[in-house]
Nanobody, 124 residues
């Protein structure tokens, strides 16, 4: 079983950047596909980005394409989400998640393990 811990959230002005990290332990990190989701106040959790296990295919929500970049380091057992050109509507709690089986990147229920989340607040 893998444990996930997010970090890197905070308060940033619109147009700024943040890099979120998701450190994994207790499992074989390279065997998991990874995803980032977010939940804004009063809204359902939504898919942000995903990256496959080995060939590192990436997937993005339309709302973040061209601004966010997901990556992974299978030596450091860490996934990253680089967020540029942040907007107030990006304000949310960001969660990383790991998938150990058949992977549908945008499907929340396909992820087996979740972190506790990190708050990102973008001021206008």
């Amino acid at each position: 079983q893998v444990q996930l811990v997010e970090s890197g959230g905070g308060l940033v002005q619109a147009g700024g950047s943040l890099r979120l990290s998701c450190a994994a332990s207790g499992g074989t990190f390279s065997s998991y596909a990874m995803g980032w989701f977010r939940q804004a106040p009063g809204k359902e959790r939504e898919f942000v980005a995903g990256i496959s296990r080995s060939d590192r295919r990436t997937f993005y929500a339309d709302s973040v394409k061209g601004r966010f970049t997901i990556s992974r380091d299978n030596v450091e057992n860490t996934a990253y989400l680089l967020m540029n050109s942040l907007k107030p509507e990006d304000t949310a709690v960001y969660y990383c998640a790991a998938n150990s089986g058949t992977w549908y990147p945008m499907t929340e229920s396909r992820y087996d393990y979740w972190g506790q989340g990190t708050q990102v607040t973008v001021s206008s």
